[in-house]
């Protein structure tokens, strides 16, 4: 069974600083995405940024990127120039890859709650 | 606007009582899926579903039941047997070709 670990509860950082959360996973599978999802205050889920395995390159959107260390099976997430916008739980996730696409399942850690502070 | 719609926002549950929570989307995604989000913890799996009158348990299946008679429609029923119902509770959904899932706004389920 896959397990996804994030091992800072708690962050906060001043309004244009850079932060970055950090993402620990465990998998035998070769072949999986990689998921940072953010749930502000509404409870709304919404995809942040996606990375697939078998691509070395790190994945970037806009002022979020990623750090993917697949043989540490590491995926950390870095926002530059971070906004009061993105006060908000934020949550590592896997997908192992499976030949029935239905049945590929997020599998989710704890969470990070991060403060932007003004 | 295409989305996936839950309702209601907020539900209460009497003791004994079975509840219902409704999913629909109109992305025309193939599979849904039910997650529970207790504080302080991830998301955990309920139930998925990847085609119309089928549908797999996920971790914490019990207590718990589903059906898929529409593509766009994938309610969510908390039994008696579910001692601990207290949560939030999300709905996401996913087109085969795309490798991402995407979510409801949810629904909090509290017992009275």
């Known amino acids: 069974a896959q397990t996804v670990t994030q091992s800072q509860p708690e962050m906060s950082v001043q309004e244009a600083e850079t932060v970055t959360l950090s993402c620990t996973y465990d998998?035998?599978?070769?072949?999986?995405?990689l998921f940072w999802y953010k749930q502000p205050p509404s409870r709304q889920m919404i995809l942040v940024i996606r990375?697939?395995?078998?691509?070395?390159q790190n994945a970037t959107e806009n002022r979020f990127s990623v750090n993917f260390q697949k043989a540490a099976k590491s995926f950390s997430l870095k926002i530059s120039d971070s906004q009061l916008g993105d006060t908000a739980m934020y949550f590592c996730?896997?997908?192992?890859?499976?030949?029935?696409?239905?049945?590929?399942?997020?599998?989710f850690g704890q969470g990070t709650r991060l403060t932007i502070n003004p | 606007d295409g989305g996936i719609t839950q309702s209601p926002k907020y539900l209460f549950r009497k003791e004994g009582q079975n509840v219902t929570l409704s999913c629909e989307q109109n992305?025309?995604?193939?599979?849904m899926y039910w997650y529970r989000q207790d504080p302080g913890q991830g998301l955990r799996l309920i139930y998925y579903?990847?085609?119309?009158?089928?549908?797999q348990k996920g971790d914490i299946a019990e207590g718990y039941s589903v059906s898929r008679e529409k593509k766009e429609s994938f309610p969510l029923t908390v039994t008696s047997a579910q001692k601990n119902p207290t949560a939030f509770y999300l709905c996401?959904?996913?087109?085969?070709?795309?490798?991402?899932?995407?979510f409801g706004a949810g629904t909090r389920l509290s017992v009275l």
């Open positions: 996730a896997f997908m192992k890859h499976e030949i029935t696409q239905g049945a590929q399942k997020l599998v």
């Open positions: 996401a959904s996913r087109l085969y070709s795309k490798n991402i899932q995407y």
């Open positions: 992305l025309n995604h193939d599979a």
């Open positions: 579903s990847q085609i119309v009158n089928d549908f």
């Open positions: 998998t035998s599978e070769n072949n999986y995405y």
């Open positions: 990375q697939e395995a078998y691509k070395q």
